[in-house]
């Protein structure tokens, strides 16, 4: 009876010294601060700049350069394509074994990914309130990175506040298209206020309410033999210049 209790207790204490520590929900303020500018070079024709820096609470900065080129099909409907160069993001991929009771998240921070970012968007005045638009964009972005491809959803609204004040409300989702185990890894509501200092210069606050989610890839259960999930609920606020030319 002694030796069968001493088994259990040794197989007992071995399971726990080398169980795996998944990781856990978790919530996060995060800072940002994003710099744009819009260079239209005719009616139809117009480049972009984003520079992007984001504060993470608990994951590595993220740093992002976005250059954009816009063509205006007709009155209402625009298509484009971004160029991306980011560093410091984190894909379910990140989540690796060190060693016994030993997994977590790896430092990206200076990890550097580009993304080719072909999108189509539609922007009309309502006619019942002509001093709000209602705006949808579809993006289909490639990670040559990790080839990681996600659809992204940006539906809102934009209203004319003042002739000096423009708000933005907006809902955004991303759906992982050859990678993941949820139909939907992202989804969050996006405000902002921009203030146009004169014809060139808007600067304003925006703040975006959010869930992240993390799970095992095939790779990552091939390589690893286990399965997990994570959410990340994220407040993000932040200050946004934009400038026209």
């Known amino acids: 009876m ?10 007992t204490l071995s399971t726990n010294i080398f169980a795996v520590v998944k990781p856990v929900n978790e919530e996060a303020t995060n ?14 024709w117009t480049t ?8 993470n609470e608990v994951q590595s900065k993220e740093k992002s350069l976005q250059l954009g080129l816009r063509y205006k099909l007709a009155s209402n409907w625009k298509i484009g394509f971004f160029l991306k160069r980011e560093y410091g993001l984190r894909h379910n991929e990140d989540w690796k074994w060190l060693g016994p009771a030993n997994y977590k998240w790896i430092d990206t921070e200076d990890r550097g990914e580009t993304s080719l970012i072909p999108f189509v968007q539609y922007k009309a005045r ?11 964009r579809l993006n289909y972005q490639h990670n040559t990175f990790n080839e990681q491809e996600d659809i992204h959803i940006r ?4 209203n004319i506040l003042s002739p000096d004040f423009t708000m933005i409300n907006q809902i955004n989702i991303i759906i992982p298209t050859n990678y993941s185990q949820r139909f939907i ?23 975006r309410f959010n869930q992240k989610f993390w799970n095992e890839s095939v790779s990552f259960r091939l390589r690893e033999n286990d399965t997990y999930e994570v959410k990340l609920n994220n407040f993000d606020y932040g200050i946004v210049l934009n400038s026209y030319f």
């Open 31 to 44: 800072t940002s601060l994003s710099l744009n500018a819009f260079i239209k070079h005719s009616k139809r």
């Open 155 to 158: 539906s809102g609204f934009i």
């Open 185 to 207: 890894t992202y989804y969050g509501y996006y405000f902002s206020v921009g203030w146009q200092i004169n014809r060139h210069l808007t600067l304003g606050p925006e703040v």
């Open 2 to 11: 002694t030796k069968s209790f001493f088994i259990v207790l040794a197989l």
């Open 48 to 55: 972009s700049i984003q520079a992007r820096l984001q504060d």
């Open 126 to 136: 309502l006619p019942f309130k002509t001093d709000m638009a209602f705006k949808f």
